[in-house]
C-alpha cells in the first residue's frame, strides 16, 4: 500500500515553487523598468530637435556700473593695497510683470513611443523704474552707465525660440540680439540694447513663442508678476515654489493664475548679483544640477512655479504596480490548487504548480507587451482573458474535473477583475488588499480546520475522499 505526503509537505512544496517564481516575477519587473528608459529615450530623441523643458525669466534690465574695488599687489617682496575701478553689473527688475501664456500641446510618435510636447505663446507688460530710495543701495548715479543698458529676457533653451519674437520699449520697437540671457534660465536667452536715461519709468510690452516639452516654468522677477496660462491640455501638473491662486481643470484643458509679489520672493527690485537656476525645476529635468553650479553667479537659487504637461495614464508605472501583486496572484491560485488537493482530494504534482505559476508570470509581460501598443485597458482584457482561458484549461487536466475548473476560472477573473480596481484606486487599495487577504485567510481557516496536517493517508484513502 503506497501513501501520500502528509498536507504539511504539500502545502511546503506548494510554497516553495511560488517562491521559486519570485524570480521570473523580478526579472518581469526589471523588463518593465527597461521597456520604460527605452520610451524615455524614444520620447528624448524625439524632442532632440524641438526643445528641452523650458525656464523663463524676465524681462530684467542689466546696466553695467563702476565701483571701486581694493586689491593687494606685491612690488619687490613688499604687499600693498591699491584702489582701482572695476565694472560691474546691476539688475533692476520690474515694479510689476503681467505675463500670458497660451500652452498649445502637441504629440509625436516614434514608432510605439509617443511624446507630449508645446509651443508656448508668451506675451507680456513690465514696468521698469528707479526706486525712490535708490541711494540707500550704495551705488552712486554718477557711476551708471545707463547708455549701456541691456533688456535681458531668459530662455532656458533657446533652440525652441521662434520666430515674429517683439520687444517694444515706450511704444518704439527694438532689435534683438541672441544670447546673454539670465543666470536662471543657465545664461541663453536674448536681449536688447535700451536707450534709457533712468529718470522717466520705462514701459515693456512683448511676445515671444518657445518649443519645448514636458514642463514650462517662469521665475518671477520684481515688485509683482502675474501669470496666466491657457492650455487644451486635461492634465497639467503645478510644482514648485509658488502654487497658481486659480485654477480650472476640465476635460478641455486647463486655465490658471499665479500672483507673486517681491516680499513673497524675498528679492529687491535692485540687486547687484544674479541668481541661480531653480532648484525645484530639477524634478522636471529643466537645468541640471551641474549647469546650476558652473553658473557665474553668487546669489542662490531662483523661486519659480512650474507647470507640466504630464500623462493622464502612465502605462509603465501601472504595469509596474500591477507586477508588485504577481505574487498574490500566485499565492492565491496554489491555494486553490492545495485545497483541491487536501480537501478535495485531487493530485497537484509540482511541476503542475510550476507550468500554472508561468501562466500567471506570463500575463505581466502580455500586459507589457500589449499596453505598448494598444493601451493599458485593452491589454489588461486580452491578457486576462487569454491567461484565464489557458488556466482553467489546463485546470480541468490537472484537477479531473470541468467543475473545479469552472472554479479556478471563477477565482482568475475575480482576482484580475480586484487588481484593475485596486491599480485605478491607488489610495485606497492598501485598505482593499488587506481586507480581500483577510477573508481569503479566514475562508483557508475555516476549509482546513479539520485537516491534520502531520498525518499521512493511503492512496486508498485519498481515491475514497475523491469519490
Known sequence: MTTERSPGWKLFFAGLVALILVVPLVMVYALAWDRQEQANTAQDSIAAGWGGPQVI????????????????????????????????????S??????????????????????????????????FALPADFARYGIPRENIDFAGAELR??????RGLQKDSRVEVNGTVLGLQPGKGLAASNNSGFFSFVDWTGAAPLDVSYSYAIRGNKALTMVPRGGETTWDVKSSWPSPSFAGDFLPTKRLI?????????????LALGQAIVATDD??????????????????REAPVVGGPSQAATIGLIEPVDLYSQVDRSVKYGFLFIGFTFLAFLMFDVVGGARVAAAEYLLTGAGLVLFFVMLLAFAEVVGFTWAYLLAAGAITALLTAYS?????????ARVIGGLLIGLYATLYVLLNLEAYSLIIGS????????AVMWATRHIDWGAKRSAEEASASAA
Not at 59 to 85: F, K
Not at 396 to 404: D, E, G, I
Not at 435 to 442: Q, S
Open 435 to 442: 481586507l480581500l487577504l483577510f477573508v481569503a485567510l479566514a
Open 250 to 262: 476640465k476635460a478641455s484643458g486647463f486655465s490658471s493664475s499665479h500672483a507673486v509679489t517681491n
Open 94 to 127: 520690474p515694479e510689476s510683470n503681467a505675463i500670458k501664456t497660451e500652452l498649445k500641446p502637441d504629440r509625436k510618435k516614434k514608432s510605439i513611443y509617443d511624446s507630449v510636447l508645446f509651443v508656448a505663446a508668451n506675451s507680456g507688460k513690465a514696468r
Open 275 to 292: 541668481n541661480a537656476p531653480p532648484m525645484a525645476g530639477q524634478e522636471f529635468g529643466l537645468i541640471p544640477a551641474s549647469s546650476a
Open 153 to 158: 529676457f531668459g530662455v532656458s533653451d533657446a
Open 396 to 404: 480541468a487536466a490537472v484537477l479531473k474535473s470541468w467543475l473545479r
Open 57 to 92: 525669466v524676465g524681462p530684467v534690465l542689466v546696466i553695467p556700473y563702476t565701483a571701486n574695488s581694493v586689491e593687494t599687489v606685491d612690488q619687490n617682496g613688499r604687499q600693498t593695497t591699491r584702489t582701482v575701478q572695476v565694472k560691474k553689473e546691476l539688475f533692476l
